[in-house]
Each structure stands twice: as structure tokens, then as C-alpha cells.
């Protein structure tokens, strides 16, 4: 039987320093910044054994979004303008809202689920959900996963 892959959206705070040094080597070899990945590697401080071992595993989210679907959990105060200033900053961003849930909110808070249609114009969406984080009355904001179009 054929094992299905899982994928896991972790904050970068989360991932192992070896990963996000992959990210950092696969970004300087790409960019042409460094012209081997034995040079990229070597300047990120990691071996090339540990580079080849995952550097088809990880990636930054923002790279692989446009032409998605990505699905957010938002919890947030039950406070009028609230939800308004999170469909505004996702429409900055040119994001396309396909669906939108709230729950009814309990002790002044609720729960809202969004799926955003990620573009080809869409703005960083790791820079959208930090956007949204810091508005006043948003609690936090995860994002739940992302699926191809």
C-alpha cells in the first residue's frame, strides 16, 4: 500500500535551524548569488549531505501559494468592524475570498474561517496573515493548510 504524503505549516520559529539554512541555501544557489551549491552550502554553515537530504522537503509558504487555495482559523472579538478590517487587508493584499465562516461568539469572542483563492497579483501571504495578526481585536490568526486549484 502507498503511504499518502502529509505536509505540516509550521511558524518559522518552529522549524529546525538546519532547515531554514536548506531554505537560505537553496535561495542563494537559485538567485545565482552563489554559483555551486557546495559554495551556498559552506556559506550557510551546513553540509551538502544535509542540503541534498531536504531541499525537495522545505520551503518558504509564500513560494508555493499563488495558484492555491489557503484556509485560515482567525479568532477574534466580537466587536463591530473587526471582521471588516480582515476582509480589508486580505483585499489589499488582492486575495480572493472564496468562503467565510464565523461561529457565534461566545464570551465576546468568536471564531472566523477563511478560504482565500491565492493569485498570481496576491500579495506575500506571510506578510498578509501578520497584517491581519496585528490588528487590534484579532487574537491569533493559523493557517489551517493550502490546497492546489
Known amino acids: 500500500m502507498i503511504e499518502k504524503e502529509q505536509?505540516?505549516?509550521?511558524?518559522?520559529?518552529?522549524?529546525?535551524?538546519?532547515?531554514?539554512?536548506?531554505v537560505e541555501?537553496?535561495?542563494l544557489h537559485d538567485s545565482g548569488k552563489m554559483a555551486s551549491v557546495q559554495e551556498a552550502v559552506e556559506h550557510v554553515g551546513i553540509s551538502r549531505s544535509s542540503f541534498y537530504k531536504y531541499k525537495e522537503d522545505i520551503f518558504p509558504f509564500h513560494e508555493?501559494?499563488?495558484g492555491k487555495t489557503i484556509t485560515v482559523v482567525i479568532q477574534l472579538e466580537d466587536e463591530p468592524g473587526i471582521l471588516s478590517a480582515v476582509l480589508t487587508k486580505v483585499a489589499e493584499?488582492?486575495?480572493?475570498?472564496?468562503?467565510?465562516?464565523?461561529?457565534?461568539?461566545?464570551?465576546?469572542?468568536?471564531?472566523?474561517?477563511?478560504?482565500?483563492?491565492?493569485?498570481?497579483?496576491?500579495?506575500?501571504?506571510?506578510?498578509?496573515?501578520n497584517q491581519i495578526e496585528s490588528e487590534p481585536g484579532i487574537h491569533y490568526v493559523k493557517i489551517l493548510g493550502q490546497e492546489k486549484n
Open 7 to 22: 505536509y505540516y505549516v509550521l511558524r518559522k520559529r518552529a522549524v529546525p535551524e538546519v532547515l531554514l539554512k536548506v
Open 25 to 27: 541555501a537553496k535561495r
Open 64 to 66: 508555493t501559494a499563488k
Open 93 to 129: 493584499f488582492h486575495g480572493n475570498i472564496l468562503t467565510i465562516h464565523q461561529s457565534i461568539p461566545i464570551n465576546g469572542v468568536a471564531s472566523l474561517t477563511l478560504s482565500i483563492d491565492i493569485l498570481p497579483e496576491t500579495g506575500d501571504v506571510t506578510e498578509m496573515v
